[in-house]
């Protein structure tokens, strides 16, 4: 095992369409690149302001909401185009800010905005002001809160519990709250299969003696319908009849707007459109079931890409692939993929790792909750524990037995010439990897609630030893979210494996033995460090494992996470652990939020490291660690 400490770094391109383009400006990360540099457009008649702003309040959250709704505020220091922009300016201002008092329940709040000490009410439709800074006050009187008083539910929404749309008697009378219990009411009817339910009435009533709101909502159902003619617009190269299949919209189908959300997610997901809508009529149609249209765009059907990493243990990586996502007409996937890996780690191209791989998909093969997939794979691995030069070929089937859960499996081949502690061994094994999910995680790359739980296995037969043996793994994770606004995100995960069946150890190919280790599983130690080992110190693999991982993920601003986290794992060369050698590595990580996932940088050092072990460990990469 080499000896020192572990830096990965990785980075991505991505570039969409093929066709060559005119260079352009963007963001990335929070920094600007490719931006010329042009002027921002220049203000016709500029008139500079000063502004006194007094938001009436000592209550800082109060007081915060009032100077964000004020543009004068926000836009302090910079020109507005002419006096009558600055007074349209202020008008704007004063609903603005108005809409904030009644959004925290003031409805008695008073907005006096004096331009040059004027009322704005009472300057002219075109006034003039004097030349140089004008001055602005803008005074805000709060008023107090108003709570809610008598709530009465009409027509269809009669007979609701007003407390379950959070109109609660003395509870704050929040414009929000108000208007989002109207708009729960609709989609609650909408959801007993009303597709034309509506709000006839909503009715805010506040009486300045007692400070209270009296609320009035009434909605109208409308008649039960099913689903109804389904019609496709917008397809060019994707076959519209296969768009309808794959949404699982069908005719005579209830009506129900979560069905109809999530067909409209599931289309997204296939890659192949820009945008997807599902249009619905605006009447039923004569047989009383009301007609619908998915409208597509579709997207860039090919792409490419190309990455790379860096290790000071392993060199320097690269990656590309190339991927076509409608082959067929049928959003038939087909990547193809490689990756060259150790360049300038070992003592030349002997030490250097290569993998190439094929992999086709095809949505809706056996019925629209169902993909076919087959891959062929060839790789050369150099690392700590074997040298291994692998081929692969696997077709199987993933189905999805409902929002949460999926099964898997497929037929694999595979032809493996492996040089580890044990010798120079060829292996040929043939094998069913079978898979159930379950996953109710509100987001796959940084969630906040729900759980993942997964369990495989895999019975396999090695012809050279004429040898069956079969690993069986587990894993959970699981999240919850403490205090407003998801801050602190509690996560924690366990998983756990073994291998049956075969007489020793060597009769198992070492890629299919067990290793901790790295940044997926014990942080601190390096890429497969945690194993069993020889009496020459060698990494051997295991027959079973254990690993357990914890995390306090807080955020302390909307794109900025810090996240102190314990990983602790054994691995041991029995069926079942026998837990005579844990490791545990601890350590603190940063996360920057970016709409595709956060950016992950974790450092962490191993609390009983191996003799002559990486003494600390970086891991970079995109998403959460688990």
Do not use: C
């Amino acid at each position: 095992m080499r000896a020192g400490t572990s830096l990965a770094l990785a980075s991505t391109l991505a570039i969409l369409p093929l066709a060559v383009e005119p260079a352009f400006a963007f963001k990335l990360f929070g920094m600007r690149f490719f931006e010329s540099d042009e002027e921002e457009p220049e203000v016709i008649d500029p008139i500079n302001y000063t502004l006194t702003f007094d938001a009436g309040t000592d209550d800082d959250e109060l007081k915060d909401v009032i100077e964000a709704a004020a543009l004068l505020k926000q836009d302090e220091g910079e020109p507005v185009s002419g006096d009558l922009g600055l007074l349209i300016k202020a008008r704007d201002d004063r609903d603005r800010i108005l809409a904030a008092l009644y959004e925290k329940a003031r409805y008695g709040g008073v907005v006096d905005i004096r331009i040059g000490g004027t009322p704005i009410d009472s300057l002219p439709p075109d006034p003039a002001f004097p030349s140089g800074a004008v001055p602005v006050n803008v005074t805000v009187h709060p008023g107090p809160a108003f709570t809610f008083d008598s709530v009465t539910m009409k027509g269809d929404a009669a007979g609701r519990t007003p407390a379950d749309y959070g109109l609660v008697r003395g509870a704050r009378a929040d414009s929000t709250v108000i208007i989002a219990a109207g708009e729960r009411v609709v989609a609650n009817l909408k959801a007993e299969s009303r597709p034309l339910a509506r709000l006839t009435d909503r009715q805010a009533i506040a009486d300045h003696k007692t400070n209270t709101v009296d609320v009035i909502i009434a909605a109208e159902g409308g008649p039960v319908a099913d689903v109804g003619a389904v019609g496709v617009t917008g397809t060019k190269d994707v076959d519209a009849g296969f768009v309808k299949y794959y949404s699982r919209i069908n005719a005579g189908q209830p009506y129900s707007p979560e069905r109809l959300s999530k067909a409209a997610d599931r289309l997204r997901q296939l890659g192949v459109f820009s945008s997807v809508t599902i249009k619905e009529a605006e009447k039923l149609a004569p047989d009383g079931s009301l007609p619908m249209t998915i409208e597509v765009s579709e997207g860039k059907m090919r792409y490419f890409g190309a990455g790379a990493q860096f290790s000071t243990l392993d060199g320097f990586g690269l990656q590309g692939y190339w991927g076509h996502r409608n082959l067929f007409g049928r959003a038939e996937s087909l990547r193809i993929e490689g990756s060259i890996n150790g360049i300038g780690e070992g003592n030349g191209i002997d030490d250097i790792g290569y993998s190439l791989g094929l992999l086709f998909a095809k949505p809706g093969a056996f019925g629209p909750a169902s993909t076919f997939t087959a891959s062929i794979k060839a790789a050369i691995d150099d690392t700590d524990a074997y040298y291994a030069t692998t081929g692969t070929l696997a077709v199987g089937a993933t189905f999805e037995l409902s929002d949460y859960d999926t099964v898997s499996g497929s037929a694999e081949v595979a032809a493996m010439q492996v040089d580890d502690p044990f010798g120079d061994n060829f292996y040929l094994t043939t094998a069913i990897p079978l898979e159930y999910v379950r996953d109710t995680r509100d987001n796959k790359l940084n969630p906040t609630t729900g759980y993942r739980a997964m369990i495989n296995a895999k019975p396999t037969y090695e012809f050279e030893r004429s040898t069956f043996f079969s690993s069986f793994e587990t894993s959970g994770s699981i999240y919850r979210s403490l205090g407003a606004e998801d801050r602190v995100i509690l996560a924690g995960r366990l998983g756990a494996g073994t291998i049956i069946g075969a007489p020793t150890l060597s009769d198992i190919p070492a890629p299919r033995r067990f290793y901790l280790g790295g940044g997926g599983t014990v942080r601190g130690y390096g890429y497969q460090d945690i194993s069993p080992r020889n009496d020459d110190n060698e990494l051997l693999g295991g027959r079973s494992y254990v690993v357990a991982s914890a995390e306090v993920r807080v955020n302390v601003t909307e794109t900025i996470g810090v996240v102190p986290f314990i990983d602790v794992g054994t691995v041991s060369r029995d069926e079942l652990p026998d837990f005579s050698d844990i490791r545990a590595g601890a350590g603190i990580g940063l996360r920057y939020g970016t709409p595709f996932g956060p950016i992950r940088l974790d450092v962490a050092v191993p609390l009983n490291p191996y003799e002559g072990g990486d003494s600390f460990g970086i891991y970079a990469g995109i998403g959460q660690a688990f």
